[in-house]
């Protein structure tokens, strides 16, 4: 049982390495969509994907392993989690395993914080963009319309052309 609980305390430190990689790629990400760098978003969102990829197998191996602690402490796993399995007072890693609970219950939170923040930068640039072109194309309009805004015809802008009307 004690190399259960030491595998399992590797693992979660495992995932603590891996979503401090998590937190800077997004943090590089804010930085690429603040600069406009489409080039490094693509390459920072390669990145995320391997990374998430990483993740959830550590987190299947996660879950294979409280499955076998489980069974070991004859309870169901859906019941097991990590905070029961550090309310165990014979659980000499107790310790251990409730700093790294602490640790990934900030990570999760910074995680959440800063896709929160990049997704709203997102959502800003991408309306920025937006109304950029639809004033582009609005002033294009204007300077090549013959007309004004009160349906006036403005005057040298009306050239002059035949319409046959036979066919």
Known sequence: MNRLYRN???LLNQK???YNK???LLK???S???KYSYDSLQEITAKKEDQVMQMQALENSRSCLMKKIAENLKVR?????LKKLIQI???PHRNNLARCRQKLLSQIKEINEWSEKVKNLMDHSALSLKKSVAFIHSADEKAFSPYLANGQ???GRVEGRMVSMDV
């Open 32 to 34: 690429c969509v603040s």
């Open 8 to 10: 399992l305390e590797d």
């Open 153 to 155: 015809v403005m005057e």
């Open 16 to 18: 603590i390495k891996l």
């Open 22 to 24: 998590f937190v800077q």
């Open 89 to 91: 007072t014979e659980n």
């Open 28 to 30: 590089d990400e804010w």
């Open 77 to 81: 796993q859906s019941s097991l989690t």
